[in-house]
């Protein structure tokens, strides 16, 4: 009892915790990096009152943000929450050097063990980090809620905006040795954040990115995805021009419709976004990391002064393949960045070709099996087509190929003034006919890209992932997701399609398609939507199919080796049934068989 008071020791104050944690997130950077960070932050900083910060235009400049796209307040804003942390209440911040060397680690993912749960707390960190607090748009998703309202004719989601439970296991193992991170994120921990009653956080009712707000910066985020950490986003700038800039619009606005109906609602709340993010643009963040990585590479170091340097011939600067090698009709850059938000961009970028399209090669499973069979690695299909009319005609190929499906019962699964299709598949198993059951395998996706981005992975319900058949079998085309027909099946039902739960058909003719998505049953082969919570069906007219490679050199060569194999057994068959070529010797070898002579008669061999 009675022990002195000043043998207590002072907790340490706001400004020391966020020197000490600012401290062990420079220590995830690489000396150099941090040399060039400290050299960029001081060419850069402006003065005021002898504090050192950043301001808008000035991170605009330097990180070389098209104007056209008006992104810059919208970063900006983002930036300045981040650098708040772990004390998101005081947002937004001064961006000096302690802030900015938080926000650049956390937006190239270097943080490690300071945010333990990884790309779960970045998601929420940068979902708070755009989000607004309105108390008007809170009173607009209240009155939302309380209606419970549901738009399955515009494709919106499900009843009301209900928010999913934030739970509370934290990785201890992972902070055990981390103590000043642990006392920062208790100080105002992001997940109790979230807990709190706040007015301010993330799950309180008004908390939302607002729609325009994130359409600019998902035009960003498709123009960043395949940056490289050296390479500088002004090199990119014929993407945001003219025609070029209108398609970058409109594959925003397919994948902003994934999480709202803009025209009824004003922004993404949390539970839309933890709900959307984690099935349908796992990677949409990725770019960040290269784009702020710019500030860990400094223009005024030229390393080939150095000293050592000088006996050293400078190796020449590699020249990067295009990103896009072949020009398809359906797959164009911005298509590419919107696919690899759920494909990882390693994979696609600087890496397709273009094994089959339709328009060049011709609408035949024949030409597409000679393009595409002997590819022996991942493949992305694309189909593109315009929705047939609710009144089906009653004659013609159209009416044939709606004869041989169910009745719809299902209505449209987006709005109608928006007719153009695009869905797709992606595989990494060989594509190969089927005769008895479905390839594939349970890493395969269904896609949708317009008008509504959407993702379906494949489920372990069944395993009727892909089909390839050729008539007279029934059913023939190519289909995912639907049970392949038995011999003993009826001719009776034959001619019907059991169309999955999930499932996209392509007829044998290449000519239409039907997409199904049977909410109700909860899915087949492949899992149904995040987004679109009710059934629905599409039924299209083809335009354009194009198939895409995923490879190098390496497998183009295989393919290569394939084909010329093929080629010569083709040729070697020829010459069993049709001779070997040389005509003297052919009719020398019949006449020794007695097959033509003077005594037999034969056909002519010229």
Not at 32 to 38: A, D, M, P
Not at 167 to 190: F, N, R, T, Y
Not at 441 to 465: C, E, K, T, W
Request: proline share 6%; hydrophobic share 40%.
């Amino acid at each position: 009892m009675g022990q002195s008071l000043s043998n207590e020791v002072t907790p340490p104050s706001k400004d020391e915790i966020t020197a000490d944690l600012a401290e062990k997130f420079a220590r995830k950077c690489e000396p150099f990096e941090l040399y060039c960070f400290k050299d960029n932050f001081k060419s850069l900083a402006d003065h005021q009152d002898n504090v050192r910060y950043l301001k808008e235009d000035t991170i605009a400049r330097f990180l070389e943000l098209p104007d056209i796209l008006a992104v810059s307040p919208v970063v900006f804003h983002m930036v300045s929450y981040i650098g708040a942390f772990p004390f998101l209440q005081d947002a937004p911040a001064v961006l000096g050097f302690e802030q900015m060397i938080m926000v650049v680690v956390i937006m190239t993912e270097r943080y490690n063990k300071v945010l333990a749960k990884g790309a779960t707390s970045r998601r929420k960190l940068l979902f708070r980090s755009l989000a607004v607090y309105d108390r008007k748009l809170s009173e607009i998703v209240r009155h939302q809620e309380e209606a419970g309202t549901s738009e399955p004719s515009s494709g919106n989601h499900a009843p009301g905006f209900a928010v999913d439970e934030i739970g509370d296991d934290w990785d201890d193992e992972a902070l055990e040795d981390d103590e000043l991170v642990l006392a920062a994120l208790d100080s105002l921990d992001i997940n109790d954040a979230f807990k709190t009653g706040d007015s301010h956080a993330a799950t309180t009712y008004g908390a939302m990115i607002p729609a325009d707000n994130f359409r600019k910066l998902v035009m960003l985020l498709l123009l960043v995805a395949p940056l490289d950490a050296q390479e500088t986003l002004s090199s990119y700038a014929d993407r945001v021009k003219g025609e070029e800039l209108d398609h970058l619009r409109a594959t925003a606005e397919n994948i902003l419709a994934t999480f709202i109906n803009v025209e009824k609602s004003p922004g993404i709340t949390w539970a839309q976004f933890d709900n959307v993010v984690p099935r349908n643009f796992p990677f949409i963040f990725n770019g960040f990391n290269p784009l702020f990585e710019h500030f860990f590479f400094s223009k005024n170091l030229d390393l080939s002064k150095r000293k050592d340097s000088a006996s050293k011939p400078t190796a020449p600067a590699v020249v990067l393949p295009p990103l896009l090698q072949d020009k398809g009709r359906i797959l164009n850059l911005n298509v590419l960045s919107q696919v690899s938000f759920f494909i990882d961009g390693n994979e696609l970028f600087r890496k397709l070709r273009l094994l089959y399209s339709g328009a060049d090669a011709g609408f035949s499973m024949g030409s597409f099996e000679t393009k595409v069979f002997n590819w022996h690695a991942p493949t992305i299909l694309l189909i593109s087509g315009s929705r047939l009319p609710d009144a089906p005609s009653s004659s013609g190929s159209e009416a044939i190929f709606n004869d041989s499906l169910p009745p719809k019962r299902f209505p449209n699964g987006s709005p109608p003034d928006r007719e153009r299709l695009v869905f797709g598949a992606y595989m990494k198993q060989p594509w190969r006919h089927t005769h008895r059951e479905c390839f594939g395998g349970d890493d395969m996706l269904l896609f949708q890209l317009a008008p509504v981005h959407d993702v379906f992975p494949a489920s372990m319900i069944n395993r009727d992932y892909a089909a390839f058949t050729k008539p007279p079998t029934a059913n023939s085309g190519i289909n995912f997701g639907c049970p392949h027909p038995r011999t003993s099946q009826s001719s009776r039902y034959a001619s019907i399609r059991h169309l999955g739960p999930v499932s996209l058909v392509i007829d044998s003719s290449f000519e239409y398609g039907v997409f199904t998505h049977d909410h109700t049953s909860r899915g087949g082969a492949y899992a149904t939507s995040k987004s679109r919570k009710y059934d629905f069906q599409e039924r299209f007219q083809i335009d354009e199919m194009e198939v895409w490679g995923c490879g190098g050199d390496a497998e183009a060569k295989i393919q290569r080796e394939r084909w010329e194999w093929e080629a010569r057994e083709a040729e070697a068959r020829r010459r069993v049934h049709l001779g070997t070529g040389d005509v003297a010797a052919d009719r020398a070898l019949l006449e020794m068989a007695g097959l033509i002579g003077t005594n037999r008669s034969g056909g002519s061999m010229s």
